[in-house]
Nanobody
Framework: VQLQASGGGLVQAGGSLRLSCAAS????????LGWFRQAPGQDREFVAA????????FYADSVKGRFTISRDDAKNMVYLQMNSLKPEDTAVYYC???????????????????WGQGTQVTVSS
C-alpha cells in the first residue's frame, strides 16, 4: 500500500484546512486509517482514526470538536478536515493504515503499518 498525503499549507489561527490522503495498492476498504502529526522536536502523536467501515472514529482530546476524519472508499481517499486551527496544530501530518484485528490501540504508532510521506501544516498566530 502506498499513501500520498496532501493539502497542507500556511493558514492563520482560526482558519481551516482539509488534508487528503490517497491510497494505492492493497485493499483500502478493509483497512482502518489514521492521522498522526509531528511537531519540530516532538514525538509523533495520534490525531484521529477511522475504522475500516467508517462507522467509528477516534480523536485526540486536543483536536476533538475541531477536526473530522472521513473516508471515501470508492476513491481510496481519507480526509482530515481541520477547523479552528491553532498555532499548536503546526506539524507535519501523516496518514497511515491500521493493523486492524491486531488488538493494538488506535492511538499507538505501532498499530499502523503503511505511512504516507507527510504534509506540512503551519498555523500562524
Amino acid at each position: 500500500v502506498q499513501l500520498q498525503a496532501s493539502g497542507g499549507g500556511l493558514v492563520q489561527a482560526g482558519g481551516s484546512l482539509r488534508l487528503s490522503c490517497a491510497a494505492s495498492g492493497g485493499t483500502f476498504s478493509s483497512s482502518g486509517l489514521g492521522w498522526f502529526r509531528q511537531a519540530p522536536g516532538q514525538d509523533r502523536e495520534f490525531v484521529a482514526a477511522s475504522t475500516r467501515n467508517g462507522v467509528s472514529t477516534f480523536y485526540a482530546d486536543s483536536v476533538k470538536g475541531r477536526f473530522t476524519i472521513s473516508r471515501d472508499d470508492a476513491k481510496n481517499m481519507v480526509y482530515l478536515q481541520m477547523n479552528s486551527l491553532k498555532p499548536e496544530d503546526t506539524a507535519v501530518y501523516y496518514c497511515a493504515t491500521h493493523r486492524t484485528g491486531w488488538g493494538i490501540p488506535w492511538t499507538l504508532q505501532r498499530g499502523y503499518d503503511y505511512w504516507g510521506q507527510g504534509t506540512q501544516v503551519t498555523v500562524s498566530s
